[in-house]
């Protein structure tokens, strides 16, 4: 009763440090269910099992700490990449940096914008997906972020988009909390590029619900990293119709407390879902990757790949779950991660997990974690590389399997060579 008392007490802090936000009808109906939801649950503390590894309390409690900003002359990733740049500041929408909004096969809209609209399609995705990844895991931040976020991108992709769309993330000041909450809706055969990247506050919480219909394709490469003092928790919701395709990869480099989440429902038969990421972590850098797969439909693919390479106390962790449903026949399911410790003062957490009701299935996981490779060492340092290049290159050899799932080798490039100038800048 203790235990609960306290949860309590933390989780109306916290609501208490909030403003509510008003809406149309179905917004307001929505924010208010999800309110109803975290008082329900409670912010997540480490007695929670999906929390033992994590630290919740600087995402729960009601100020953000301070994060310092990194100011750099180095240019920004993906900035040599030709794409639709939609910029938020603290987790305010910068029109002025921002591209004028409009691409040919889809609409862009903001979540500002529409909540006050009685119709609008919005209204069958806004919280419907984040309500759906609450079981049988909890996910209070996520419906946190649901009840408060108050901007955000509304995107209804109708076609095949010949750029992809980038969110820009700008850091401005050390105290900022921001919440925003995108909405993408892929219709049938349309297919969508979706860049993220920057610092985003002092403490951001995101989330972005994905429905993807029968045919079509949704891509996502994500880049975290710059302003180290940051944290942030991060969701992603997506449900895939019939032959429909998801993919999303994740750099993150720096950042002292880091959480990913995704959440993925294969609803459509023939479906593919990939989800990767490659982390690089130096001292006071924490980094959560948690993911659960549903398979509800028959011969559907998933995959998880996920690398990590800590030195100087860094600290990894993985949760990964597939959920393989009765009625889900001829699954393929793939799970792999793994981690590369640089130092004996580093560790890797790893909870993989399989729950499997079909018959017909191909499923397999897989967690690993070690040193470098002291042969493959000895063998590039006889041939005369000096031992922090030889080091670098096995480095990214072991994260190459992760950036190969990138699809687009323009992009792919761009996240290798970012890698790469990670590692001669925190070398030796």
């Given at each position: 009763?203790?235990?609960?008392?306290?949860?309590?007490?933390?989780?109306?802090?916290?609501?208490?440090?909030?403003?509510?936000?008003?809406?149309?009808?179905?917004?307001?109906?929505?924010?208010?269910?999800?309110?109803?939801?975290?008082?329900?649950?409670?912010?997540?503390?480490?007695?929670?099992?999906y929390w033992k590894y994590t630290r919740p309390d600087t995402l729960v409690q009601a100020e953000a700490p301070k994060a310092a900003l990194f100011e750099t002359t180095d240019p920004r990733v993906f900035d040599g990449i030709d794409r639709l740049k939609i910029v938020f500041t603290d987790g305010v929408f910068d029109a002025d940096a921002s591209d004028d909004l409009s691409l040919e096969g889809l609409n862009i809209e903001r979540l500002a914008d529409i909540a006050g609209k009685d119709i609008h399609w919005a209204k069958d995705l806004y919280g419907v997906l984040e309500t759906n990844?609450?079981?049988?895991?909890?996910?209070?931040?996520?419906?946190?972020?649901?009840?408060?976020?108050?901007?955000?991108?509304?995107?209804?992709?109708?076609?095949?988009?010949?750029?992809?769309?980038?969110l820009i993330?700008?850091?401005?000041?050390?105290?900022?909390?921001?919440?925003?909450?995108?909405?993408?809706?892929?219709?049938?055969?349309?297919?969508?590029?979706?860049?993220?990247?920057?610092?985003?506050a002092a403490r951001f919480n995101k989330v972005m619900e994905v429905e993807i219909a029968d045919g079509a394709e949704f891509h996502h490469v994500r880049a975290q990293g710059?302003?180290?003092?940051?944290?942030?928790?991060?969701?992603?919701?997506?449900?895939?119709?019939?032959?429909?395709?998801?993919?999303?990869f994740t750099l993150t480099a720096n950042g002292m407390m880091t959480r990913n989440e995704c959440v993925i429902e294969l609803t459509g038969d023939d479906a593919v879902a990939h989800v990767a990421g490659a982390a690089v972590g130096d001292g006071d850098f924490h980094h959560d990757d948690t993911v659960?797969?549903?398979?509800?439909?028959?011969?559907?693919?998933?995959?998880?790949?996920?690398?990590?390479?800590?030195?100087?106390?860094?600290?990894?962790?993985?949760?990964?779950?597939?959920?393989?449903?009765?009625?889900?026949?001829?699954?393929?399911g793939y799970q792999i991660s793994q981690s590369l410790l640089l130092d004996e003062d580093s560790q890797f957490l790893a909870k993989p997990e399989l729950e499997i009701y079909a018959d017909d299935v191909a499923c397999s996981h897989g967690s690993t974690s070690g040193a470098i490779d002291e042969e493959a060492l000895f063998y590039l340092r006889a041939r005369?590389?000096?031992?922090?290049?030889?080091?670098?290159?096995?480095?990214?050899?072991?994260?190459?399997?992760?950036?190969?799932?990138?699809?687009?080798?323009?992009?792919?490039?761009?996240?290798?060579?970012?890698?790469?100038?990670?590692?001669?800048?925190?070398?030796?």
């Open positions: 009763m203790a235990v609960a008392q306290t949860k309590q007490s933390a989780t109306e802090a916290r609501l208490a440090s909030l403003v509510a936000h008003e809406g149309g009808g179905w917004i307001s109906s929505g924010r208010q269910a999800a309110l109803e939801r975290v008082r329900m649950m409670g912010l997540p503390d480490r007695r929670d099992e990844g609450q079981t049988p895991v909890e996910r209070p931040l996520a419906a946190l972020n649901t009840a408060f976020a108050t901007d955000g991108v509304v995107i209804h992709v109708t076609g095949q988009v010949s750029k992809p769309v980038s993330y700008n850091h401005r000041s050390e105290v900022s909390d921001a919440m925003l909450h995108h909405l993408v809706k892929v219709d049938a055969g349309a297919k969508v590029t979706i860049l993220e990247n920057g610092p985003a710059r302003d180290h003092e940051r944290r942030a928790i991060t969701h992603i919701f997506t449900r895939l119709g019939v032959e429909s395709v998801f993919k999303s659960f797969i549903t398979h509800d439909a028959v011969n559907c693919e998933s995959r998880q790949v996920f690398k990590k390479v800590l030195r100087n106390g860094a600290t990894g962790v993985f949760q990964g779950k597939i959920l393989v449903k009765p009625d889900a026949q001829k699954t393929d005369g590389v000096p031992k922090n290049i030889a080091t670098d290159l096995l480095t990214l050899a072991f994260l190459a399997e992760a950036v190969l799932e990138i699809e687009d080798e323009a992009l792919a490039e761009e996240i290798s060579s970012r890698l790469e100038g990670w590692l001669v800048r925190h070398n030796g």
